[in-house]
């Protein structure tokens, strides 16, 4: 081997990693960037297990850090608790009737659709905008003591209002879908000639809340 061969041989060998060198992997973070990101990780990993912890039943202090974290889970939409539920509550569902100016029969636009194409995440996404629309409808009515105030129900019936030409005013309701009682879903099972339970019985739906009328035109 020569002497030039020889003197490449051995800078590769003695070049430290990360310096540009054959092989090595390129420079790293600097210090400052790599505590940075640590302290990132940290607080965030600390607003999940906030949000986690901090629902009912909870402790004071579980409580306080869920609050103190509040602006957090807001802006980033992470208020879940993603626990499971021993007695889960009412499922709102939002039903949009739409109203056409030539003459055609009124349509229903429901959240969440029962049949929707797709991945599974497209119907917790649906189950989401309900929900969302059912809490911003409370919370309007509670400040403003005018329920037809929420700004999500207005914001979905102009979104409605551009995909349906000719839609004159969308007219929104919120519904509950009830968790059926294990007694009924048990003697419904029992009697002669039962199949399945049906989940989407008309008894298993709260009477509609009335949001409001929202015209396409005009506004």
């Known amino acids: 081997m020569s002497r030039r061969a020889r003197a490449g041989v051995e800078s590769r060998i003695d070049a430290p990693a990360g310096d540009g ?7 790293g973070w600097p210090p400052w960037a790599c505590r940075l990101a640590g302290v990132a990780i940290v607080v965030h990993l600390s607003a999940l297990l ?3 912890m901090g ?5 004071p202090l579980e409580r306080a850090a869920m609050e103190w974290f509040g602006p957090y ?3 980033f939409d992470l208020g879940y608790s993603y626990r499971f539920y021993i007695e889960p509550p009412p499922t709102p569902v939002a039903v949009a009737t739409l109203h056409f100016d030539d003459g055609r029969p009124d349509e229903t636009v429901r959240l969440p659709a029962r049949e929707i194409r797709g991945p599974r995440m497209r119907h917790q996404r649906e189950l989401a905008l309900a929900h969302s629309l059912f809490v911003d409808a409370r919370q309007a009515k509670e400040q403003t003591g005018d329920i037809s105030q929420s700004r999500l129900a207005r914001s979905y019936a102009d979104r409605i209002c551009q995909i349906r030409p000719g839609c004159e005013m969308v007219v929104w309701r919120v519904v509950q879908h009830l968790i059926p009682d294990r007694d009924q879903v048990r003697d419904a099972l029992d009697s002669p000639g039962a199949g399945r339970f049906d989940l989407f019985d008309d008894s298993l739906f709260a009477t509609p809340e009335w949001i409001g009328d929202f015209p396409c035109h005009g506004r």
Do not use: D, I, M
């Open 73 to 75: 889970h807001a802006f």
């Open 50 to 52: 906030a949000g986690v």
């Open 21 to 27: 060198a054959p092989g090595g992997s390129g420079p």
């Open 55 to 59: 629902v009912a039943p909870a402790s």
